[in-house]
């Protein structure tokens, strides 16, 4: 079985520009999160789907960040425009009906 | 809110070594625990979990207990090994299905042979 699947794993752009990641899920898990790790700080929530619809949205830093998930399979994750302070690890994870959450590899954003 | 403190690392013991990784928590109510671990290259995976005060959750030699009078949940191993090498974090949930996951800053653990 195929785990969460992130992409791209780096990132390197310019301040201004637009990044977008991208998460592949387990596929038939209707939960997705979003989590970001800034450099030596903690790893803090984001948002969560279920399905396509955003649950919780609580932890999303700005309106220069828009997540999708359409169809309620892959979501991605822009970033618009990028400023430094955005840079950091960006991990998906995934659950279905068990509380087991499985996570991605992570997707590390430079903002230069 | 909610939060996790864990011990500053990084942390580099030689192989066969004791290791202890503190973690104390705030959280109102009775918060789900758990240990998580990254290795190089890899996602985050789940290393134990205990949901109830005096469990202990343990696995791969791991075990922490869920000690409620102190707010902790330390990590401990008798005898580490050059493959424990890794990011650990301690993470907690405050109630279970979908509440999202409050983590600490994570502790690099480096083992040398």
């Known amino acids: 079985e195929a785990g969460v699947t992130q992409f791209p794993s780096h990132s390197v752009i310019e301040k201004g520009q637009t990044v977008t990641l991208r998460c592949d899920p387990i596929?038939?898990?209707?939960?997705l999160y979003w989590y970001r790790r800034v450099m030596g700080k903690e790893i803090k929530f984001l948002l969560h789907?279920?399905?396509?619809?955003?649950?919780?949205e609580s932890g999303m830093p700005n309106n220069r960040f828009l997540a999708e998930r359409t169809g309620g399979t892959y979501s991605t994750l822009k970033v618009q425009p990028a400023e430094l302070e955005d840079s950091g690890v960006y991990f998906c994870?995934?659950?279905?009906?068990?509380?087991?959450?499985?996570f991605g590899s992570g997707t590390q954003l430079s903002v230069l | 809110g909610n939060s996790v403190t864990q011990m500053e690392g990084p942390v580099t013991l030689s192989e066969e070594a004791f290791l202890t990784i503190n973690c104390t928590y705030t959280?109102?109510?009775?918060?789900?625990l758990f240990w998580y671990v990254q290795y190089p290259g890899e996602g985050l995976q789940l290393l134990l979990k205990?949901?109830?005060?005096?469990d202990k959750g343990s696995n791969k030699g791991f075990e922490a207990t869920y000690r409620k009078e102190t707010t902790s949940f330390h990590l401990e191993k008798g005898s580490v090994q050059v493959s424990d090498s890794a990011v650990y974090f301690c993470?907690?949930?405050?109630?279970?299905?979908?509440?999202?996951?409050?983590f600490g800053k994570g502790t690099r653990l480096s083992v040398i042979a």
């Open positions: 994870a995934s659950r279905g009906a068990d509380e087991k959450l499985f």
């Open positions: 596929s038939g898990h209707d939960n």
């Open positions: 789907f279920v399905k396509e619809s955003k649950q919780d």
């Open positions: 959280a109102t109510g009775y918060p789900s």
């Open positions: 205990a949901t109830k005060a005096d």
């Open positions: 993470a907690l949930s405050a109630h279970s299905g979908n509440t999202p996951l409050v």
